[in-house]
């Protein structure tokens, strides 16, 4: 009989059988994470704790928990001394059980970045998520934020608009190149992107 549920077919990557009940909670957290709302973030912790404790080895799930409180961090939602070193801690936990997890990755670079400014660092883990899953759009989108950050205006528009070109429907991204083109002193072209979102 089958007890688990597929949960990565869409995206390329090796499927896990993982819990229903677990898998439910880790779509329910991504739909949560996706509002960027504080009351969103912290639905997606509750969503993805309530995954991680059905399913402990469910290494999306403890992805999902990173990437909420790395966000819940970055917009002061948490203070970033508790939230950042959680969603580290979270995105280890995930490497530990999938050591290829490319979302993992670029957790580990989206905390590396804006708790450590740790540019290099950083870098190489977006790379390394890159590198793993050529198509992840989130990479693409937070490896362009630290190009952005780095004043390599350049190679930020490439990366962010590769983010958009994979995932046309995120908004996310779409403000992001507009965030992009504005430090860039591209005004005009930011308030043309920033209008699209």
């Not at 999902?64 to 790395?70: E, I, N, R, S, V």
Request: glycine fraction near 6%; charge should be negative; avoid cysteine.
């Amino acid at each position: 009989t089958l007890t688990g549920t597929s949960a990565s077919m869409a995206d390329g990557r090796p499927t896990q059988l993982v819990d229903p009940v677990a898998y439910d909670h880790y779509l329910q957290g991504r739909y949560a994470w996706h509002r960027r709302t504080e009351e969103g973030l912290s639905a997606a912790v509750r969503h993805f704790r309530l995954a991680v404790e059905r399913a402990p080895d469910y290494a999306r799930a403890w992805t999902g928990l990173g990437d909420a409180y790395a966000v819940l961090g970055f917009y002061d939602y948490l203070p970033p001394s508790d939230a950042f070193p959680m969603a580290r801690e979270a995105a280890r936990r995930a490497l530990a059980l999938a050591p290829d997890d490319a979302d993992a990755e670029a957790t580990l670079g989206y905390a590396a970045l804006y708790y450590d400014w740790n540019i290099p660092l950083a870098e190489a883990h977006f790379r390394r998520s890159i590198e793993l899953r050529p198509e992840f759009s989130k990479a693409h989108q937070w490896y362009g934020n630290l190009l952005t950050a780095a004043g390599r205006f350049d190679e930020a528009e490439a990366a962010m608009r590769r983010a958009t070109q994979l995932d046309p429907l995120s908004l996310i991204a779409s403000a992001a190149l507009g965030w992009t083109r504005y430090f860039a002193g591209r005004y005009d072209e930011a308030l043309q992107q920033l209008a699209l979102t």
